[in-house]
């Protein structure tokens, strides 16, 4: 390379090697075609789910859990809902 | 009532679970997106995984997003963290690969001698910017490639226009040495000659 090929890298020279070899490294290169499609299923996946983002499940309260429970087992035996009530209690008292 | 710009039109239609809006700005904003990814990376699949990630972020944040300026650089600021990230999980698998390889191989590993014998000059210009610490490429980036203004970038890496300046400074310093230095030109070989005289 001789002195007059090679490229001014001194003041403005070096803005415009930049400029031009930023610009051409990525011209050619464009997202591939499936891209939008992806985007916009993976869009609309999140938006039928109603799912916060990232993908964080919506759970249920954990109180709501317990009253599920403890209702779900007071139906089956009222003894034993009782007991397990009382259980409850002193776990909730323990926590 | 507030003015809207055209691109927080689209995000309102977002807001209304609208997605030909969201196909809409990606249309507008892809190829901003994916060069500034591509460019801070150099690694496709992760420019492409940014510029999805960049758009879900609109979709998931579309009720934050304000709608009376243009969406450019709340885009380039999420493309920006996302490449940070990225940046980041690759330092720390090539440090330990690393670490890996120098216990396994013996001799010690020395720096590779010609790296910027690279043969075209876009390769070295582009080896150079690599070389830079994120903070300096992605200024650069984002100055030469997007032609972004420092009060721009400033905003986009949510610092002070001074040190988005200073960066700006101290990386083309960085690949003034860098270039000037592979583009002295190389001594030239000695050659041997012998003369048969008979």
Redesign the interface.
């Known amino acids: 390379?001789t002195?007059r090929e090679?490229?001014n890298?001194?003041g403005d020279g070096?803005?415009d090697?930049?400029?031009t070899?930023?610009?051409?490294?990525?011209r050619a290169?464009?997202?591939?075609a499936g891209?939008?499609e992806?985007?916009?299923r993976?869009?609309?996946e999140?938006?039928r789910a109603a799912l916060p983002?990232?993908f964080e499940q919506a759970r249920p309260r954990r109180d709501d859990e317990w009253r599920q429970w403890e209702g779900r087992t007071a139906t089956e035996s009222p003894t034993a809902a009782l007991l397990l009530h009382a259980r409850l209690i002193a776990l909730r008292i323990v926590q | 009532m507030p003015v809207v710009h055209e691109d927080g039109q689209l995000v309102a239609r977002i807001r209304e679970?609208d997605?030909s809006a969201?196909?809409a700005l990606?249309?507008k904003y892809?190829?901003q997106v994916?060069?500034t990814a591509?460019?801070v990376t150099r690694d496709?699949q992760a420019?492409?995984d940014i510029?999805?990630e960049a758009?879900?972020?609109v979709?998931?944040?579309a009720n934050r997003i304000d709608l009376g300026v243009p969406l450019a650089p709340w885009l380039y600021r999420v493309t920006v963290n996302l490449s940070y990230t990225w940046a980041t999980r690759q330092a720390k698998w090539r440090t330990s690969l690393e670490t890996l390889i120098d216990r396994l191989v013996a001799p010690p590993r020395v720096a590779p001698e010609g790296y910027f014998e690279a043969r075209d000059?876009?390769t070295r210009?582009?080896r150079a910017?690599d070389a830079l610490p994120f903070n300096q490429r992605v200024v650069?980036?984002l100055y030469?490639?997007s032609d972004l203004s420092l009060k721009e970038i400033a905003y986009i890496l949510d610092c002070p226009v001074g040190t988005a300046k200073s960066r700006l400074h101290y990386g083309?310093e960085a690949?003034?040495r860098q270039?000037?230095q592979s583009?002295e030109?190389q001594a030239a070989p000695v050659l041997e000659m012998s003369y048969d005289f008979t």
């Open positions: 390379m002195s090679r490229p890298v001194a070096l803005g090697l930049l400029r070899a930023l610009k051409d490294g990525v290169v464009t997202p591939s891209a939008r992806a985007l916009l993976a869009a609309a999140r938006q983002y990232p | 679970r997605l969201l196909g990606y249309d892809r190829l994916f060069h591509l460019a496709r420019a492409e510029l999805q758009f879900l972020k979709h998931a944040y000059l876009q210009i582009q910017v650069i980036i030469y490639l083309r690949l003034r270039l000037a583009l030109p």
